[in-house]
């Protein structure tokens, strides 16, 4: 019973900020590499920012210096601190944990950024 949560999305203005937390449960939370992946209506879905089991990281050239992705692994918790927001960051975020080709997805969370 694998589950990942997302929260913390929501309706923001340009140049506001959100931060989204996925809790995972059912999964060894450190032997995950965990990530961030958007989706825009009618495209395909893309990551955004992935942290890996060893607390390296790597971002969308789009979101590097605006976004930041780090995970708790006392709480079996990864974040995404996002800054700066433009309307092209609207998406439907999801969260996701892969280890050796095996991957799960949360249920995403919509995140608006219109004025």
């Known amino acids: 019973q694998v589950q990942l949560v997302e929260s913390g999305g929501g309706l923001v203005q340009p140049g506001g900020s959100l931060r989204l937390s996925c809790a995972a449960s059912?999964?060894?939370?450190?032997?995950?590499?965990m990530g961030w992946y958007r989706q825009a209506p009618g495209k395909q879905r893309e990551l955004v920012a992935q942290?890996?089991?060893?607390?390296?990281?790597n971002y969308k050239d789009s979101v590097k210096g605006r976004f930041t992705i780090s995970r708790d692994n006392a709480k079996n918790t990864v974040y995404l601190q996002m800054n700066s927001l433009k309307p092209e960051d609207t998406a439907v975020y999801y969260c996701?944990?892969?280890?050796?080709?095996?991957?799960?997805w949360g249920q995403g969370t919509q995140v608006t950024v219109s004025s």
């Open positions: 942290v890996t089991k060893s607390g390296s990281t």
């Open positions: 059912g999964i060894i939370f450190n032997f995950y590499n």
């Open positions: 996701n944990a892969a280890n050796y080709g095996s991957g799960f």
